[in-house]
Each structure stands twice: as C-alpha cells, then as structure tokens.
C-alpha cells in the first residue's frame, strides 16, 4: 500500500484537523502551507476588541481534544486560538507548518497526478493530494464605494484590526452590522468619543451575556464523569433546534421570532432606534445574532445608528444618500469576507487543463461539499454547502477529515494514484443539495450565502446529524480510482 504525499493549504480549525487524521492513521508525509505568520486561520487574523466564538466552545472544539477549562460558555478568541496552537502541538501537527507561504497556483495535468503547488515567491513543489482547507471566511472585502479611497482619516478591516491606532475620543464610523461588529461596538463604544453604525440591514438578535463561569461550575466539568459529554450535547441539539427554526420558517421559525421579538423589545427601549434596528426579513434567513450588548451599546448617548444608504466615502468621512456627511476620524470596515469565492485567487488546474474557477463560473459545488469532477485527488475542507447557521464547523470539519483520510485509504488499497468523484453522482448529489433548500428561510432573502445568481453556494440545508451521517463513511462506486487495477 503507497500512502500518498499530501499538502494541506490552510493551517486553521480545518487543516490542523486533517493534518491530525491523517498522521493518526499512517500518511505521514504531510505538510500545511499557510500565507500567515502563524497557525490558527480565522482565529489568528480575527483579534478585534470583543471577538469570541458565539457558538459554545465545548461544541467549538475537537471531539477528540474536549477541555474542560473553558473560561466561558463563548470562549473569547485569545483563547480558542491557544487551544488550537496547543492541539496542534500534542499531537504532533505544529511542526508540519509552514507560514508565510502563500500559494497562488496549483495544477495536475495528468490524472494519476501529482499535483504542483507554485508558492508566491515562484517556488514550486509537488504532492499526491491536495487539501485546501483556506475556508469561507478568509479574504476580508472592502465594498467599492465611490470614493473609497479618498478617506484623509485611518481605515481598517474587522479582520485585519489595528492595534496600534488608539480610538479613544475619536469619531469612528463602523460600517456594516453583521456578527464581527456585533461584538466589536459594544467593545469598543464606551472609548470613542463618537461611533457612528451605519447599518444596511437590521438583524435578529437572541441572547447571549457570556459571562465567566464561577468556579464551581469549573470545578463541577473537571469533577463530575460525563458531564462535559452532557453540555456538548445539551449545546448540539439547541443548535439543531435552530436549524429546524430556518427550516420550517413558518411553523418552528415563528417560535424563535417570538422569542427574539420579546428579548429585541425589551433591550430596545428607544422607540427611534428600535424601529431602525428591526430587521425585515424572515428570522434565520441571515445569521442569527447572538448578543445581549449590542442593542444597549446602540443606545448609548455617544452612538448614532444611521439607516440611511452610504453614497459615497469623502476625505472627511461618509456620505450618506440623503446629502448629510457624517464626519470621522476612523473608518472600521465590518463588511465581511468574500465568501462565494472559496480559495479564489488560488488558481486551480486539472487535467486537460480544466479550471476550477471556470468549472465553478456559475456558483461553487463540490460532492459533499468536498470533492470536484474533473480534480482528482483535490479535497475541499469547509468547501461549497458545508456551512452552517447553527452549529459548529469544528464538526464539519472532523467529519470531512475522517472522510478525507477514508478515501485516500481506499485509493492506497486500490494501488490508485488518483481519486475523482463520478460527475453524475455529483451532479445528482448538487441538485438534492439545492432542492433541500425549498421552504426554508435562507431562501427568503439576500445574503452572504448566496451567489451573484441567487444560487445558495455556503451553506448546508439541514441539521449537523445529517451532514454526519452522509459521510459516514466512503462509498467506492462513488469515485474513479485513476491508475487502478480495481476500478
Ligand atoms: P457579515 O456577516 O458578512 O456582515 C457584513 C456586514 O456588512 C453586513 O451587515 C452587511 O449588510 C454590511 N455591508 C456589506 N457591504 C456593505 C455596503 N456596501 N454598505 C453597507 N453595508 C455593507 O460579516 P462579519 O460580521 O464579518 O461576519 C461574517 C461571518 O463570520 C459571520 O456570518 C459568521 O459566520 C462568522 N463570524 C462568526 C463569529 C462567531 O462568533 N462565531 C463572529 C464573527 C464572525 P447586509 O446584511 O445588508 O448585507
């Protein structure tokens, strides 16, 4: 049996995950490229006042490598990236890191392989599998308003935050209201001497104070057998129940829309505020917001909420539609990553020099959210229709690694150099994925999960058990093994 020779792009929650499988079960030459100067991926570049994971940590985390020392229910970023870097150390991953390498290229021009990788300073490398595990939420977007660069004042990205610009007393205008600034305004508001949200679409909120567990609490995870098993599992089905909200958008949905109705009305106690903040689209079509400090950081003396349309960015700050110019120091950008563009710029290339992005032209997909016709031995991790609205990608990502590791067994057995899903299973699998979505609210709006089309390429249409249960395990006929003497 010839275990292959993989490369990893991306040494976040879904590399360090491959990277583990596949170690643990015998393919040891393996190694992660990574354009940062550290591992850690969206944990590493997200270091924002405020940035925590609103999705609870004994969920957010290996089910291999449980802790029970969380300091939180949400643990704030600091940590998450620290148990991530220390995972990677105990077991053994750490070292096959290699930051600062950005890749722009790769290309297999022969099915049976092997891929070669061109790195940004036009060093090439080669390796029998390809893994990009870059994710969704990689590349930090700017929106290009007129102007944008005519600002006389400092302007960053949520993603790529400054630490060393100091905020206090300034006017700051905050751009974009989605889970990133949700949590850096109410940080960051008490300091400034003025902040200013300008906000294009309300959301629902539900609540989550994210105080520090006393240490009784502490003491009692540590102590009591099976109660840490017991909270992931209490925290898993509550997120399904918010999948089956979205799903069923008017019967369950109207459930959390009360709930979320009584807890917005009660925070929200400035009728003009109220009445701009108030989303007006269906619960769960966009992210549901969890934050019990973003409406009252919303009616603090020194913060406006500015519903009006941006027209333009001018030296002094932002225009808005209505002709007003709303003056600023500092311009923070919480608009959010390109999304639908997955590993672009990366270029990718299979035999007969195929495409990647032509192939995925009119919207990504990939089998399971992983593998593509036409790519053999290409795996995407937290790829096409793998994300989630309520749950956690840390699963995900496990699940596909496991699946991962799974299909370069079965094509190491086979004596195959090169595995590539059937296009008609695919195919078939795509259709079914996008049918699923019919009657659910991610259909009721625009959102970040859809592409330029419409077409929903982000998300995955059901529960994270489902998800689960469709890659249990390899299904041989489902894949060509190239150069194998058992087809
Ligand atoms: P986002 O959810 O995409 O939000 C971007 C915001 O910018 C939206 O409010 C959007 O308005 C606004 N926007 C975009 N272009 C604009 C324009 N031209 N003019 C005015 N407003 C504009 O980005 P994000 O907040 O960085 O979050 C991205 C994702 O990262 C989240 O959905 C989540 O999956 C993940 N995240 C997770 C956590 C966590 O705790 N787990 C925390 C942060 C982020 P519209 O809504 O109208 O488009």
Same mark, same amino acid.
């Not at 609870?56 to 969380?70: D, E, I, K, N, V």
């Not at 009006?308 to 700050?317: A, C, D, F, T």
């Given at each position: 049996?010839?275990?292959?020779?993989?490369? +990893?792009?991306?040494?976040?929650?879904?590399?360090?995950?491959?990277?583990?499988?596949?170690?643990?079960?015998?393919?040891?030459?393996?190694?992660?490229?990574?354009?940062?100067?550290?591992?850690?991926?969206?944990?590493?570049?997200n270091?924002y006042p405020g940035a925590a994971?609103d999705?609870?940590?004994?969920?957010?985390?290996?089910?291999?490598?449980? !802790?029970?020392?969380?300091?939180r229910?949400c643990?704030p970023q600091?940590? +998450?990236?620290?148990?991530?870097?220390?995972?990677?150390?105990?077991?053994?991953?750490?070292?096959?890191?290699?930051?600062?390498? !950005?890749?722009?290229?790769?290309?297999?021009?022969?099915?049976?392989?092997?891929?070669?990788?061109?790195?940004?300073?036009?060093?090439?490398?080669?390796?029998?599998?390809?893994?990009?595990?870059?994710?969704?939420?990689?590349?930090?977007?700017?929106?290009?308003?007129?102007?944008?660069?005519?600002?006389?004042?400092?302007?960053?990205?949520s993603?790529?935050w400054?630490?060393?610009?100091?905020l206090r007393g300034r006017r700051v205008a905050v751009i974009g209201t989605g889970a990133s600034a949700v949590q850096f305004v109410p940080a960051i508001a008490p300091g400034t001497g003025h902040l200013t949200v300008f906000q294009r679409s309300g959301n629902w909120f539900l609540p989550r104070r994210n105080r520090?567990?006393?240490?009784?609490?502490?003491?009692? +995870? !540590?102590?009591?057998?099976?109660?840490?098993?017991?909270?992931?599992?209490?925290?898993?089905?509550?997120?399904?129940?918010?999948? &089956?909200?979205?799903?069923?958008?008017?019967?369950?949905?109207?459930?959390?829309?009360?709930?979320a109705?009584?807890f917005m009305r009660m925070q929200l106690r400035d009728p003009e505020v109220r009445r701009r903040a108030w989303p007006?689209?269906?619960?769960?079509?966009k992210r549901i917001l969890f934050s019990s400090h973003w409406l009252p950081a919303l009616q603090r003396p020194n913060v406006s909420l500015e519903t009006?349309?941006?027209?333009?960015?001018?030296?002094?700050?932002v225009?808005?539609?209505?002709?007003?110019?709303h003056?600023a120091d500092t311009i923070i950008w919480g608009t959010g990553?390109?999304?639908?563009?997955?590993?672009?710029?990366?270029?990718?290339?299979?035999?007969?020099?195929? =495409?990647?992005?032509?192939?995925?032209?009119?919207?990504?997909?990939?089998?399971?959210?992983?593998?593509?016709?036409?790519?053999?031995?290409?795996?995407?991790?937290?790829?096409?229709?793998?994300?989630? =609205?309520?749950?956690? +990608?840390?699963? /995900?990502?496990?699940?596909? $690694?496991? /699946?991962?590791?799974?299909?370069?067994?079965? $094509?190491?057995?086979?004596?195959?150099?090169?595995?590539?899903?059937?296009?008609?299973?695919?195919?078939? /699998?795509?259709?079914?994925?996008?049918?699923?979505?019919?009657?659910?609210?991610? &259909?009721?709006?625009?959102?970040?999960?859809?592409?330029?089309?419409?077409?929903?390429?982000?998300?995955?249409?059901?529960?994270?058990?489902? /998800?689960? $249960?469709?890659?249990? !395990?390899?299904?041989?006929?489902?894949?060509?093994?190239?150069? =194998?003497?058992?087809?």
């Open positions: 049996m010839h275990a292959p020779s993989v490369v +990893i792009v991306g040494a976040g929650f879904g590399g360090i995950a491959a990277a583990i499988e596949l170690r643990a079960h015998g393919i040891r030459d393996v190694s992660i490229l990574d354009a940062a100067p550290g591992l850690g991926g969206t944990w590493l570049h270091t994971c999705v609870p940590s004994h969920l957010y985390s290996f089910s291999f490598a449980q !802790r029970t020392g969380w300091s229910l643990s600091p940590e +998450i990236l620290a148990y991530l870097q220390e995972v990677a150390t105990r077991f053994g991953v750490a070292d096959l890191v290699e930051t600062g390498t !950005r890749v722009t290229a790769a290309d297999r021009p022969r099915a049976d392989g092997p891929w070669t990788l061109t790195t940004e300073d036009g060093r090439t490398r080669t390796a029998d599998v390809l893994i990009v595990a870059t994710g969704q939420l990689n590349t930090p977007v700017v929106p290009s308003l007129p102007g944008v660069d005519s600002f006389a004042g400092h302007a960053f990205h993603a790529r400054d630490h060393d610009h100091d520090r567990f006393p240490a009784w609490w502490r003491a009692a +995870i !540590r102590r009591v057998p099976g109660l840490q098993r017991l909270r992931r599992r209490f925290v898993t089905e509550y997120c399904e129940s918010l999948t &089956l909200m979205i799903r069923h958008p008017s019967t369950w949905g109207r459930i959390g829309r009360l709930y109705t009584v007006d689209y269906t619960f769960g079509c009006e349309r941006i027209s333009e960015i001018v030296p002094e700050g225009r808005t539609a209505d002709g007003r110019v003056e990553f390109a999304t639908t563009d997955f590993m672009f710029p990366m270029e990718i290339t299979g035999p007969g020099g195929r =495409s990647l992005r032509a192939e995925w032209a009119d919207g990504a997909h990939a089998y399971l959210g992983m593998t593509v016709p036409g790519f053999p031995s290409l795996f995407v991790l937290y790829g096409p229709n793998t994300n989630t =609205s309520g749950g956690s +990608i840390v699963r /995900y990502l496990e699940h596909q $690694a496991r /699946y991962v590791r799974e299909a370069l067994q079965e $094509a190491a057995r086979r004596g195959s150099s090169g595995v590539e899903v059937r296009a008609e299973v695919e195919r078939s /699998y795509d259709e079914a994925t996008q049918a699923r979505f019919a009657g659910t609210a991610w &259909l009721r709006c625009d959102s970040w999960y859809r592409d330029d089309s419409g077409r929903i390429v982000t998300n995955w249409p059901g529960y994270m058990r489902d /998800y689960e $249960a469709r890659t249990a !395990r390899v299904e041989p006929a489902d894949y060509v093994f190239h150069g =194998s003497p058992q087809r």
